[in-house]
């Protein structure tokens, strides 16, 4: 585990994408569908980079801890903002199975495993930046998600609008404290906690916790040579300033 990071040899991390133009939905679709591929071939399936655990159930759990959930999150409706191919649903869904889940992914090839493997978890395949966002949530999740928010402080708005009183929204994410940093070839942005907190407050959310916790980057050296999303991780993580766990909530 590691706060900092030594930055990879340029030839151990390949091409950085194809060119400077940000993918619009159905590119980026198609990207993902191709690393979901990969991910699900090594037996993964959370899609993860900076893990706080040496398994994935170990990083789920290090990061739903700090959203305090234990006694609270029985018979809630819990909305993860990226969902993958569900796992973190499925492994939230054995230990509270009374709340209700679900979530969005704009990969077809993610939604698709999602249905048979979590069949009992309904989630929408679309885009979050366009979709509308379901009522009366209690819990949203993000999980290396939010960088692909366009317009951060209208996205935690209409969160916000979406939110019970008292709900909360944890989000896990790679942080770069140099100021706003667009990864082009996969249009996520990684963004200073300062931003993050901003648009949160404006948005009329308070912070209930943050953290910037000791990660690992073995699984994206694990994709190094196969995936275009993991060679960026890992080359922004040797300037980035690792990750960041936050927890927002609905006065
Ligand atoms: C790096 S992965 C994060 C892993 C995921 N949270 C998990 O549980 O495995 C990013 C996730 O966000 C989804 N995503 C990216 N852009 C999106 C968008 N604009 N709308 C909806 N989902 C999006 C991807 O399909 C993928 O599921």
Known sequence: MTRGWSA?????????????????????AAI?????????????????????????????????????????????????LGCGVGEVLRLMSLRWPSARYSGITISPRQHTEMRSRVPLIDASLGDFN?????????????????????????????CAASMRHGGRFLIQDAISSTGSRLIPSWGYRLRPPSEMFAAARAAGLSIRAFDTPPFSMERA??????????????QLAGDSDGTAIYVFEKP
């Open 221 to 234: 050296e694990r994709y190094l040579a196969r995936s275009r999303i993991a060679r960026q991780m890992h």
């Open 130 to 158: 366009r979709a509308s966002l379901p009522e009366d949530v209690d819990l949203f999740i993000s999980l290396e998600s939010i960088g692909h928010v366009e317009d951060l402080p209208s996205f935690l708005e209409q």
């Open 32 to 80: 993902y569908d191709a690393d979901t591929e990969d991910y699900l071939s090594l037996g993964e399936t959370i899609y993860v980079f900076f893990m706080l655990g040496s398994t994935e159930g170990a990083h789920v759990d290090a990061v739903l801890r700090y959203a305090d959930l234990e006694g609270w999150l029985d018979g809630r409706f819990v909305f993860d």
């Open 8 to 28: 990879p040899s340029p030839a151990a991390v390949g091409r950085s994408g194809p060119s400077g133009r940000i993918p619009g939905t159905a590119e980026l």
